[in-house]
DNA sequence: GATGAATGAGTGTTCATTCAT
DNA sequence: CATGAATGAACACTCATTCAT
């Protein structure tokens, strides 16, 4: 038997990274219908090929790409969380955290809302992505708990607590609104007026 | 030698909302990827060249399926909209009759959700079709004028008074809001929380 | 309602006996494996995609193929069968037509060979094709009943009395044999002798 | 920093081995067309470039599996043959050992048809093949000039003295025949009849 | 010797669109 | 107006082979 120890060529992360990267750019500026894989390829500067090395699909290059996209969110707005604080600073922290990131990256933000409302969205088990994000989910059951936060159901709680931040963040939905701390500030408060108790 | 029998004229206008109704059908069942023009076509039952004479093109056939739908959905939800009662009256009253709307016609709301997140967005003039809500618009600014709502930015209005629907009428997004009239008054509420001064 | 008669362009059988004509002369020349669609449509003159006009795909094309070319060798061979006469003048009648379609048409024998011992082969229902050569299969059975031939296992007789013409008449297998009347009489009195009683 | 432990050697001919046999199973089971280099790599538990270390390319691979599987069926078609019983008895004897190493070794006599009327087969010199099946070609002859055979063109000879064994022991053309001992004997019979004199 | 990564060239198939009828 | 046939271009994907290690 022969055994060998780092022999061969091996998988590199960046190239991976790369078809992130290719993947997310050609799905925001042409859409899924015009993302082929020759396409994405392309961006990355690999072959054809080389995407079935480090994919097994379109399709779960694409997931793959979610899941990433997700996981990289979730880390950035869970970076400095500080769950000791006050419920509504909690809040009010990550609105602008969320803010922050999504401005920066709103490449991820829009390829995440195709994503979604596409069918390969129906592939990504929910829960899975969401369990990233539970730290953020329990502040509103303390909130909820404490007599803070009305006691109604969550799915209401979330409507008004985040998915306002994701509509407020597109400038292609909010053309009009500019994203200064102050805006901001406001934005919040109607989200806290919402939802508190 | 070619016999030519017209025994009858289809109406055109009925090809016509086959072509949406089927393009609405397989977009919602196989996204916009796999929605391509000859399926389209046996789905309305028709060939596929005659989408070209009802349309110019496939972008031209999606783009309009997505207008139709846009003024049917205006046309449902102002149908029976009354200017003359009070601000939250009416505001409630559109809750409870878009809610209706969009559950009984979800695969016109799963249509707008990847159209608007896809390329083909960016196509359609957004003023042109929210011209259709001008009066849901309209209540807001009033509400404002009569210092009954908050004086702050329009889209941030809209992000707590009208996506909120979007977002609760949607099972994907919440599967755990039953769509039953008190849950939606709790909604509303919430959202008039927001907004109101 | 709106009748037609011949109004469009038709489906043109010379264009799938063109391309049932390249694939014979494909598969042939250069084998199953290499005889892709794209070669398939070039030798045919028509473009690939015309190919999934005529046929649902490769498969669909070849086995389509084989089964024409069975149609056409059973038509040629069973054309002037007399089953009046004596067993023994009709099968030596068989033998000569046989090997003068065969070596008229060594294209069509080639690409049976190739195509029964290959996994296509199983696709097709054996009865389906055998059942266009139940006369010769007849003829074997009245010979035994009349206690002509031998009575022993069909597969038998066959192996004696119909697989050495398609050895015979391959150039391939037999390139000592040459193709006169003097030789396929010697060959059948060996057939003859073989399966008589 | 690179490690290279040999620990011991594998036997090249134990993978050159499972090369042959991964060749023959996917051969039989997908055909030529689907057996690529990376199936057969994998069945064999090789990498794919572990194949050209023993083979130039992949036709060498294919056609020396063949000549390999020529090598052994005719070792142990002659391992027991002995020239000095009568012509008739050698022969016999020949069909039942055939008979049993083909039912046995079905997939190799699927494999060599397969191949044999493929484009492959005019890559081998035929010649260099048939030699290992020269003392059963000497048989015939020796029959010939006892006057115990017809004098007769050898490929008559063969096509009914050994061609229908190939066609009665494959289960695919034959499947009403039984392989027993009495039907052998029968068939026999009938391949004596046509070939003595 | 043996490997997994990498790829240009190719696969079978579907696409949006045009065209003669 | 309405059509099925026809197609060049593109699709997702696999191929046999090479290469650095």
């Given at each position: 038997m022969i055994v060998y120890f780092r022999l061969m060529r091996m998988k590199d992360d960046e190239k991976k990274e790369a078809l992130f990267e290719?993947?997310?750019k050609l799905v925001n500026e042409i859409g899924f219908v015009s993302s082929s894989v020759s396409r994405i390829a392309k961006e990355a500067k690999v072959s054809p090929a080389t995407i079935y090395v480090y994919f097994e699909n379109k399709e779960d290059l694409i997931v793959s790409t979610y899941i990433d996209i997700k996981l990289k969110m979730s880390k950035a707005i869970l970076e400095n969380f500080d769950?000791?604080?006050?419920?509504?600073?909690?809040?009010r922290n990550v609105w602008f955290i969320m803010f922050d990131y999504i401005s920066n990256n709103l490449k991820y933000h829009k390829f995440v809302e195709q994503f979604s409302s596409s069918p390969y969205g129906t592939l990504v088990e929910k829960k899975v992505?969401?369990?990233y994000f539970d730290p953020l989910i329990n502040v509103l059951q303390r909130g909820v708990e404490q007599k803070i936060i009305k006691k109604v159901n969550f799915d209401?709680?979330?409507?008004?607590?985040?998915?306002?931040?994701?509509?407020l963040a597109?400038?292609?939905?909010?053309e009009n609104f500019e994203l200064n701390e102050e805006n901001i500030e406001t934005a919040f408060t109607l989200a806290w007026n919402a939802i508190k108790l």
């Open positions: 290719a993947t997310v769950p000791t604080l006050p419920i509504r600073d909690i809040l992505v969401e369990q209401i709680l979330s409507a008004f607590m985040w998915y306002p931040i994701t509509i597109n400038p292609r939905l909010c």
